[in-house]
């Protein structure tokens, strides 16, 4: 039983309707009927610890390691997340605001609001030194996010998307090719980020016009402790092109299956995409995000968990707000 309850930690699983023996098992731990189980035999069975901090939207965590050199995860809905690291802060793709307004790729409607579906955020949980943009569309960087940011943070960003971000104010960023790497070092801590090949499309052509994307390889390094992060960005997996330098300790795919049925075709990965993807990186913790917290996104999260029962690695959802240790 506890290898079984080892393979999911999470929390958004009230919408799911899964045919499969661990279904019950799933949703009892996503309500924490067996909180305790499950810590203990995670750190037990699967090959990367956790410890969760905090599960309410914004609280504050509670912090339950007693190790300060831990890499800190948090889900702020949709495609943003927060990397806690020491003395050093970053944000992927913030979203602030309650809705966005942009294209529909699902339906091929101009300015259409897509509203959050999740609690509102507290604006101030996407503060960070640093902003990690996979590309410039509103849907993973809004204009209250840049009105909060642009003038404490430091935006890496996908080549030739740095121009039209100084003119809407952002005031300090560097544009990062392919295979090119920024180094942060704070007291002790270092966090290397190289952005990786990345593509919007599994069409070339719907790629082209989508615009570049940046997907980022993350390494964590401080004394007696090394994590790696594979964060795809909105992407797919393409062969000859999706490339990363080994095996992750953690893989973070956006999902939702924007765009099926739309006049661009899909624009980020449903389950069966993004499990294979998985299957070829081989981490060994699957975190997926992009997922059920705004009317964009198309597939239920219920979907991916389904696909990833059978598979070797650990898969763990975070509910929004929530904070996860990495041991």
């Known amino acids: 039983m506890s290898g079984i309850i080892a393979k999911v930690a999470f929390g958004y699983v009230d919408d799911m309707q899964i045919d499969h023996p661990l279904a019950a098992t799933v949703r009892r731990i996503a309500h924490g009927s067996l909180a305790a189980l499950v810590s203990a035999s995670m750190v037990a069975a699967a090959p990367l610890a956790w ?8 609280g504050e965590a ?20 927060r990397l806690s690291f020491g003395p050093i802060s970053i944000i992927t793709d913030p979203v602030a605001g309650a809705s ?3 294209f529909d790729p699902n339906s091929g409607q101009d300015e259409v609001v897509h509203q959050r579906l999740g609690t509102a ?22 204009e209250e996010a840049i009105g909060r940011l642009r003038d404490a943070a430091h935006f890496l960003v996908p080549a030739g ?17 392919w295979d090119a790497t920024h180094v942060i070092e704070r007291e002790g801590y270092q966090v290397r980020i190289t952005a990786v090949p990345a593509q919007h499309s599994e069409s070339s052509e719907v790629a082209a016009a989508l615009g570049r994307v940046n997907g980022y390889w993350i390494e964590f390094m401080a004394e007696g402790y090394e994590r790696s992060l594979y964060w795809t960005g909105d992407s797919f997996y393409v062969e ?18 924007v765009g099926g049925g739309g006049p661009f075709g899909q624009v980020s990965m449903n389950a069966q995409q993004a499990v294979k993807f998985a299957e070829k990186v081989a981490p060994k913790m699957v975190l997926p995000i992009h997922h059920s917290t705004f009317s964009l996104y198309r597939e239920p999260i219920s979907n991916f968990v389904e696909a990833a029962l059978e598979q ?13 240790a990495i041991e």
């Open 51 to 58: 410890a969760r901090e905090s599960a309410s939207p914004g």
């Open 62 to 81: 509670s912090v339950q390691s007693a190790s300060a050199r831990q890499l800190r995860l948090s889900w702020i809905g949709g495609p943003t997340l």
């Open 100 to 102: 966005f307004r942009m």
């Open 312 to 324: 070797p690695w650990q898969l763990y959802l975070l509910r929004e707000g929530e904070v996860a």
């Open 161 to 177: 998307q740095a121009d039209a971000l100084r003119g809407r104010g952002v005031a300090n960023i560097d544009a990062l090719a």
């Open 240 to 257: 000859g092109l999706s490339r990363w330098p080994r095996s992750p300790d953690i893989f973070v795919p956006h999902l939702g299956a």
């Open 121 to 142: 955020i507290d604006p101030a949980t996407i503060d960070a030194d640093y902003v990690l943009l996979s590309h410039d569309h509103p849907d993973h960087l809004d």
